[in-house]
Nanobody
Framework: QVQLVESGGGLGQPGGSLRLSCAAY????????MGWYRQAPGKQRELVAT??????NYADSVKGRFTISRDNAENTVYLQMNSLKPEDTAVYYC?????????WGQGTQVTVSS
């Protein structure tokens, strides 16, 4: 059973930084892509960033502020969030896409407030 464990959420100040981590456990098979989505109260879940092979993709709202990276040996994906804005407040979910299925983390709350 694949399990994704997230960490690193919490309270950040406007203009500040937070770093999210997500580690995938329970499978020896190749992860084709990993990434992050987020869902703010009353809004739909939206893509934040993805990484697949050497390619990355970002939502326009986070380009230049967030950086996604991956440690393939540890099956871990990171999201470095800089220049935080109040509108970045949301529950952040990581995912890992295998050939046969996509798995999700439990979500970690990020709140940006002074």
């Amino acid at each position: 059973q694949v399990q994704l464990v997230e960490s690193g959420g919490g309270l950040g100040q406007p203009g500040g930084s937070l770093r999210l981590s997500c580690a995938a456990y329970g499978s020896i098979f190749t992860i084709y892509a990993m990434g992050w989505y987020r869902q703010a109260p009353g809004k739909q879940r939206e893509l934040v960033a993805t990484i697949s092979g050497g390619s990355t993709n970002y939502a326009d709202s986070v380009k230049g502020r967030f950086t996604i990276s991956r440690d393939n040996a540890e099956n871990t994906v990171y999201l470095q969030m800089n220049s935080l804005k109040p509108e970045d407040t949301a529950v952040y979910y990581c995912y890992a896409a295998y050939r046969w299925a996509t798995y999700w983390g439990q979500g970690t709350q990020v709140t940006v407030s002074s």
